[in-house]
């Protein structure tokens, strides 16, 4: 069994950071892809960062440049800083684990966190 455990979320004023942090546990051979998700209420979740294991990223328009995703491989880790944080920020984060496989010879299978809460006081 796989597990997503996040944390670093909490209560920022505008134009502050916050660091999200998530780690995967369990029997783990490969991830393909880490990343967060947010989801505002009465929205839908959308994707705010993604890095794949070979590097490439993914950021929504609206957090270029303010965010940044990076990901320890060894410890199976994604982290998101999150600065110069704005009220529409205020979301649940969702960490996010795509292609996780348990061995080299299965599929791979997708992994959400519980959500960590990131609210942005104006």
């Known amino acids: 069994q796989v597990q997503l455990v996040e944390s670093g979320g909490g209560l920022v004023q505008a134009g502050g950071s916050l660091r999200l942090s998530c780690a995967a546990s369990?029997?783990?051979?490969?991830?393909?892809?880490m990343g967060w998700y947010r989801q505002a209420p009465g929205k839908q979740r959308e994707l705010v960062a993604l890095?794949?294991?070979?590097?490439?990223?993914n950021y929504a328009d609206s957090v270029k440049g303010r965010f940044t995703i990076s990901r320890d491989n060894a410890k199976n880790t994604v982290y998101l800083q999150m600065n110069s944080l704005k009220p529409e920020d205020t979301a649940v984060y969702y960490c996010?684990?795509?292609?996780?496989?348990?061995?080299?010879?299965?599929?791979?299978?997708?992994?959400w966190g519980q959500g960590t809460q990131v609210t942005v006081s104006s």
């Open positions: 890095l794949t294991r070979g590097g490439s990223t």
């Open positions: 996010n684990a795509a292609g996780v496989r348990t061995s080299w010879n299965v599929r791979g299978y997708d992994y």
């Open positions: 369990g029997s783990i051979f490969s991830i393909n892809a």
